[in-house]
């Protein structure tokens, strides 16, 4: 049984395939989403029901993992990779069409991309892993992009605002939670460092 206990899941495991498949998922997405060339029609409903399709599927290989105790340091690294290329590229998408503010676009990629490479840069001492913080601030990213997808948001005000509401409070959480990951990271090398030279 401890052999059991501490043996290493297999990175080819379902999780994983999920991962990968929200990846592949992204350019169908944005694909999608231009074919569709601000016209709010069957396309754009298209890159909607996508984009649902594909943050499923992060909650489903996080479900999994835990259940069967398939938590690999792949997962932990490509999982957090998959969810910044789909939201990464609906918001490029929803500020190349005008929908939204670049600078809210640019201000969320600069973070996601920073922690992204952060995270290799500590790898050698440890793995980051996704946080509440970066979870609450994931949800919140995916209900304001879903919003601002729907086709029938432009013709209804109200739904506007609750888009640009829901956006601007994932924007405070991403800066938030960008600058937590920052000092974990320092903390993760000053304990690796430490580990190391004793």
Known sequence: MTETANATPSNWNLPNALTMLRIVLVPVFIWFFLTDGGAYGWWRWAAVLLFLVAIYTDKLDGDIARARGLITSFGKIADPIADKLLIGSALVMLSAAG?????????????????????????????????????LKTVLQTVAIFVYLLPVTPANPWLSVVALLVMLAALAVTVVTGADYIIKAVQLRNAGRGIKGA
């Not at 920073?114 to 996704?130: E, K, P, Q």
């Open 99 to 135: 929908e939204l503010w670049w600078w809210v676009t640019i201000v969320m990629l600069v973070r996601e991309v920073g922690i992204t490479v952060l995270r290799f840069v500590v790898i050698r001492y440890g793995v980051m892993a996704a946080s509440k913080g970066g979870k």
